[in-house]
């Protein structure tokens, strides 16, 4: 996935990266991204052009829910179908749409790190707080902790010491490695690692996660392995960085507040969002009674509208709870009448419908 | 797996059958195995022989652990290398040495029911309060739901009626069916089932699982998977049951009982156990702050323990820490001096050694 | 992946739609692509620029090896890591640089649907005489058999009848169904199917193949899985149809002739290609002894550079055969100099370095 | 699994060993396996008991067919549901059943190194011409390259070295390393290897097999993964040392025999055997067009009783051709109708009822 020919790629890098220098390896470790977040779908019209009216429509009537922000281009955004000029668009619409006081954290990894350098410029130029940067995967076998942590940065293990954050070690070596400057040493907003082993096939490794812990523009993870003994070891060793973990499905949400997530960006928050919103603030308020009883009744449907039925799952519960749904981009095909019946009663044994 | 031909299997079956049938469907529901279990590994000479003194000596020195009880010949306890008379014995030896207010849970599990049911009324005549009955996994590809409810019980799913309780038609039912009464039906003590992916390469699904906990001496599972939102799953769907769910493993102990699990049975407790009880008594306080803080400290030791060096790791550190661990039976390995550093480091970074 | 805003693609996509059905659902099943491929690198600068010259001048060097032609963009021309503009590029010098007698197959897969039918028909263009169209997998748990279906072709399952080749049912089909036209409907080039289930996580289930090999625009499959058994099943079903199957990698490429492939595209053959002629020539003599002590030498280099070292690995063993490999896109790294030491081994060690 | 007390092991062991060392070094290489094998089944009765008059019919009925022997308790003979007596019964009475001009090879494997030494002992008294010694795999995570080697051999592997035959170095190591004989270097037969990951969920490493080829004891393998490429190098590793590799299922009958395998122990054989057979005289008399028609019509038909329906697949078969099939042992269950009609599907479709 790339940007269009547009620009000139590598003069844009070299003027924006001079600049960036200064900008990105500051105050950004202090954005604080604790909550829940709905990962956004992309309505598209019958002949499957992403429709932006109804987009901003959805954006409405999320308003009332206690949402932290929006999540726009995770997986459930297909963001793998769009072109790269929709993706910024995309972009650039829900950060219009969405009030300042929430958060818009943009997708921007593509396979390619150059790709995603430009892609994770132009979205923060249109106003994304942060980005959420996917693994690479499709080379998966060479994707090792070394090539991973390449891909985010340009330090290596060794070099994360206790003084990094001095600056001036940083500065001589920045200076000897002309143009090799990676995603996070380069992006203007600060970015959150995106681990989806469901579509990627690839969980990046514990210890890659805690060396770029140590990089100051990367605060946090997005992991939706569900593995919650993976997910207290990342939190138990990135401690002192204050890294900060979501939860990357709403059925360990609870799990994850228990073991110490900070929060979660669910697809089923995209239909749920208030009783997530519920189970958050019943675990940041001790009552785990209540809390397990509510995550209980959230398991299904959030297999329903992952694992099981994925985007087309989420996009008909959208219509039912009156959200504009509509049709994926082929391939993906819009559920069966016997998958839509198998769906709804995921939601109505559960009381939800 | 099978016991010799000491006795003459049909004959005592079916004597024994007249007799449980009466006893194992009444009272045994009511078997509360909430707690933590050590799953007990068995010492062995240095030329493989079952040393059991020092079994004797190990169950001693945990006397001060609140432990609920001791799990006899789970995977830690290498009954895949015991013979039939061995797997008898280790439990015999076991319940006469441990003081009678401790549970004793036996794993009578074998590749065939037939085996298994054997194994499990030997068992029970030797003393043991419950059996842990692993599912059959050799020909996994043939252990579906329907296979392992076979298994485990000679009601099908549409059996389980919510009169099911009442007696009668199942009486009427077993006098039809003459000799397929199944492991749970015939056990004279009652029945938890034993999910072990890593070792089995089989989970036993959720729908069988919560089929069988309607059977009357079926009282739980013990599930090493650690997918908590599978454990929540298993917790929501069995409720009305009392169903009781351990944890197979300490890295999800506290992100069990979040979601409702009751105890534990973890490889760990065999050299952590006095801080495994410490963090079920966190967990049922309302303490999760501490609690959270514990667990972070136990993943990594529980993992070197498991995953990574397996039985003869928990073996090695019982050395460290005053237990009997010694040799393994072949094939099974001891450590290399690198794996025994790397051990050793799980523990010394945490602060346990 | 998608093509830049150079041109808007509905009106364009029309007006070739109504071309290429009269083009399109004639001869083209007739295109022999019987023999051995490379699958070409793309090399690189030290900017990681695309290289075109190096790109032909390996092109003239392979001149004198009796390959049947040249695939561009499967996974060795890490197509994933190229922009749009790239990707056609790439093909257009490729067709210029290749003599007429040599077949340029190439990849214009993309993960939605519309992005690779627009990458198809500019590939097309620029003289690809036939496509390889890897199936789209990020979204893997809803590519279904159907869904892949669908990507290819309009048609479903049932669609197919033996009466298929007449016209006259299939053209009042198109004609209610507008817009809907798919991949293979619409190329202006036959298409080749594309498995790898290394990368993508998912192989095209046997009876879509069976169902698509019933196209007239579809002519065949690469398939890397290296599973004989599934390449003698989709051979034994699609026999009446002629479908035409190759082999994705070298291991198995003997193999594949002795159940019926009838090539193969081999990451082995950029660098061991006239050795891979030779194995071809030994296979379509019936001499199979030799066949077999040829294929005995290539499985550990050709394991070096698929599964082992992928890309980088093809690139280096390039340069020490006299053709251009050089650095692959970030985040794919080069070698350490330990792996290329065991690189060289799996060389060496079979007689070729 | 083990034998029952009927004997002291240890005392019998090593008085076995004396005498086996001289033995089982010496001329058992010789041992020519090449040729078809089926694996043949267990028959019960109603009531889970062997049935061996029916046993022996099977046999009788197979007289015709040119096998080159018969595999006694390989995984379709449910080996894993009978107790330790019935498994050496079972061997005795096909040792007896079957003419001397037919090999007869006995699956002894059992988890632990001691069991599967006292079992092999066992059979090979009964009659046993070689056994075939499954990986033990129920602590799957601790069996390398390394355990796995010391489970058939005392042996490490730096140990072989090219004079390895010579038997001096031999014995001055043996006389050292008291009681630690494992089970090549003890069995009074030559021993065969047994790979089969969908079953144990475990393949022996490449260089582990290469090691124990060297082994005089050691005489070949059954693999039953699939995969040609890992044959291929197999045969290419172990050319030197006259090992022998045998295709695990008939799937790959044809493609093991392009790459050098000199046999077949396939399930399919118990009821299509002179197919097998005939498939194979093709192989050896160079009629490869002939016999790929034959192969692709074994496929389905293979699949149907191994991956898709197992054992219980196999014994509805035999029904079918006049051999007794009957139960299996619980927890393997019948087939249902529906599975039964596709069964049949399978072979009707093929030709084959």
Redesign the interface.
Known sequence: ??????FTP?ARIMAHRALCRGLALTASSALDIRGIYPPITTPFTN??EVDYEKLEENLQNYNHIPFRGFVVQG?NGEY??????ERVEVVRRVRKAVPTNRLVIAGSGC?????TIRMTEEMAKFGADAVLVVT?A???????S???I??YSKQSHGDFSPLYASGSAQQSKSASSF?HD?VADCSPVPVVLYSVP??T?LDIPVDAIVTLSQHQNIIGIKDSG????RI??I??KTKRQGFQVLSG?A??L??GY???AVGGICALANVLGAQLCALESMCLN?Q?EE??EL???L??PN?AVT?R????GVKQVMEWYGYHGGPC?????PLTDEEIKELKKAFTANGWL
Chains 1, 2, 3, 4 share one sequence.
């Open positions: 996935m790339a940007l269009s020919g547009l590598c002949q499957e997986s793998a179908y769009l072109t790269s000029e396979e390619s790190t150059q790709a690479p499709y080379y998966r076998g060479r994707m090792t070394t090539a991973l390449h891909h143009c990676q469901g579509n096939g569900g593995d919650v003994t207290g070891l939190i138990h499905s059925s360990f609870l799990a228990s073991i110490g001790d785990w809390a397990k995550q209980h009744r398991i299904e297999a694992r039925f994925g985007v087309p981009r082929s391939p993906l095909l």
